[in-house]
């Protein structure tokens, strides 16, 4: 899973954000329908399943350069449909 914030914070707490936004997904998918891919999740699962998820912070790295990033315009850095865009988790890949 791929993890993206909008360009108004430093790098780091974005980063940082991305993957709390990441974490929060998965923190869904361990209590989804009680539990049922808690065993994939954990590898425990009796078939042998495994769901692995590699977490891929990108932070605002990859924001779009259009989306402000300037703190006294809130207007169009947090407000705006584009910098909604930004914040966002992306399922990359499936295997």
């Given at each position: 899973?791929?993890?993206?914030?909008?360009?108004?914070?430093?790098?780091?707490?974005?980063?940082?954000?991305?993957?709390?936004?990441?974490?929060?997904?998965?923190?869904?998918?361990?209590?989804?329908?009680?539990?049922?891919?808690?065993?994939?999740?954990?590898?425990?699962?009796a078939n042998g399943g495994r769901l692995f998820i590699e977490r891929s912070p990108c932070g605002k790295s990859t924001a779009d350069a259009s989306v402000s990033d300037r703190l006294d315009d809130l207007r169009h850095s947090v407000y705006s449909v584009g910098a909604?865009?930004?914040?966002?988790i992306e399922i990359e890949q499936v295997e």
């Amino acid at each position: 899973m791929r993890g993206y914030a909008s360009p108004l914070a430093k790098s780091d707490y974005n980063k940082n954000l991305s993957l709390r936004r990441i974490e929060s997904l998965v923190h869904y998918l361990e209590r989804w329908d009680s539990g049922a891919l808690l065993p994939y999740l954990n590898g425990t699962a009796a078939n042998g399943g495994r769901l692995f998820i590699e977490r891929s912070p990108c932070g605002k790295s990859t924001a779009d350069a259009s989306v402000s990033d300037r703190l006294d315009d809130l207007r169009h850095s947090v407000y705006s449909v584009g910098a909604a865009k930004e914040r966002r988790i992306e399922i990359e890949q499936v295997e």
